[in-house]
Antibody, heavy 121, light 107 residues
C-alpha cells in the first residue's frame, strides 16, 4: 500500500537546524509531489511547501523562505525537510503528505505519521 | 494569498444531530477544496475532495457542497466516532492554505 514513513523525534537548540526524512513506498516516488505541513501543539495545520521528486523543483511558503530546504534522494525514494535558524516557535509536529494526483495542486493522501521537533535550550 | 475562514471554531452536538461546518475562501477557488478529519493524536485524513466527492471508505453521513467561495461540510447524523477537528483546505494554487479548524464534540 502507499505509505510515507518519517524519521523520529528531534530535540534541537535555538539557532540550530533540523533535517527530517520521509520515505515513500508502494508507488512511483517520482510521480507525485510531496508536501510538508506542520502543526504546533493544540494549533491548526500550516502548509510549508512542496517538492517535485522528479525534477527537485520546490515551492516554499513565503513565511519559511530563506531558512527551509526540501530535497530528495530518488534512489532511496526519500524526501527531506531541512529547517534552519530554529526558535521555540518551530516546536511542532511536521508531516509529509503526498499529493493525490499528478501535479502539486491536489489534496493530500496519504500523510506520514508525523515527526515531533522540539526546540529548547 | 487565499485565506480560508472556517466557522464555527468549535461545536457541541448530540449523537444523531445534523452538524454543519462552513468554510469561506477569500477568493474564487472553483471546487478546489478538500475537507480533512483529524482525531486527537492522529494524522489528518481526507474526507472529501473536489468540494463534494466523498473519499473511498468514508461513511456516507459525511457530505460536502459548495463552489466558488462558500463551502459546507455536513455530518447528517453525528456519531461518537466523529469527535475530531475538521479542516478545509484549498489546493487551487500555492499557498495551499488550511482553514483554522472546527472542533466537534459530543454534548
Amino acid at each position: 500500500q502507499v505509505q510515507l514513513v518519517q524519521s523520529g523525534a528531534e530535540v534541537k537548540k535555538p539557532g540550530a537546524s533540523v533535517k527530517i526524512s520521509c520515505r515513500a513506498s508502494g508507488y512511483t516516488f517520482t510521480g507525485y509531489h510531496i508536501h510538508w505541513v506542520r502543526q504546533a501543539r493544540g494549533q491548526g495545520l500550516e502548509w510549508m511547501g512542496w517538492l517535485a521528486p522528479n525534477s527537485g523543483g520546490t515551492n516554499y511558503a513565503q513565511k519559511f523562505r530563506g531558512r527551509v530546504a526540501m530535497t530528495r534522494d530518488k534512489s532511496f525514494a526519500t524526501a527531506y525537510l531541512e529547517l534552519g535558524s530554529l526558535t521555540s516557535d518551530d516546536t511542532a509536529i511536521y508531516f509529509c503528505a503526498r499529493a493525490k494526483g499528478s501535479g502539486a495542486y491536489n489534496w493530500f493522501d496519504p500523510w506520514g505519521q508525523g515527526t515531533l521537533v522540539t526546540v529548547s535550550s | 494569498d487565499i485565506q480560508m475562514t472556517q466557522s464555527p471554531s468549535s461545536l457541541s452536538a448530540s449523537v444523531g444531530d445534523r452538524v454543519t461546518i462552513t468554510c469561506r475562501a477569500s477568493q474564487y477557488i472553483n471546487n478546489y477544496l478538500a475537507w480533512y478529519q483529524q482525531k486527537a493524536g492522529r494524522v489528518p485524513k481526507v474526507l472529501i475532495f473536489g468540494a463534494s466527492t466523498l473519499q473511498s471508505g468514508v461513511p456516507s453521513r459525511f457530505s460536502g457542497s459548495g463552489s466558488g467561495t462558500d463551502f459546507t461540510l455536513t455530518i447528517s447524523s453525528l456519531q461518537p466516532e466523529d469527535v475530531a477537528t475538521y479542516y478545509c483546505q484549498t489546493y487551487k494554487n500555492a499557498p495551499l492554505t488550511f482553514g483554522g479548524g472546527t472542533k466537534v464534540e459530543i454534548k
